[in-house]
């Protein structure tokens, strides 16, 4: 059994910074790709971040380059992501996936999602 669990979300003011983490479970952490995505009410989900299985290859989508940064403790199996400079069009579920092949992550078609975790940013 599969387990991805999102944690650090929550309400935070423009400009703040939040950290989420991915914590896994049930499979061997180190032999997976992992992402990080969003969804905005009314809106598609977004793929945000990718990291390779030992964690040497990250890409980001461009709207959130220099702002994000996604990184991973394969001795703890937990993915994170650092948000910096937050703006309320940040507002969103975030989710973490994982897959073997970070390919399929980049083209935002992981084979597993965690729950999400809410972030809102409003003064």
């Known amino acids: 059994q599969v387990e991805l669990v999102e944690s650090g979300g929550g309400l935070v003011q423009p400009g703040g910074s939040l950290r989420l983490s991915c914590a896994a479970a049930g499979r061997t952490f180190s032999n997976y790709a992992m992402g990080w995505f969003r969804q905005s009410p009314g809106k598609e989900r977004e793929f945000l971040a990718a990291i390779n299985a030992d964690g040497s290859t990250v890409n980001y989508a461009d709207s959130v380059k220099g702002r994000f940064t996604i990184s991973r403790d394969n001795a703890k199996n937990t993915l994170y992501l650092q948000i910096d400079y937050l703006k309320p069009e940040d507002t969103a579920i975030y989710y973490c996936?994982?897959?073997?092949?970070?390919?399929?992550?980049?083209?935002?078609?992981?084979?597993?999602w965690g729950q999400g975790t809410q972030v809102t940013v409003s003064s």
């Open positions: 996936a994982r897959d073997v092949i970070l390919r399929d992550i980049l083209r935002s078609n992981p084979n597993y």
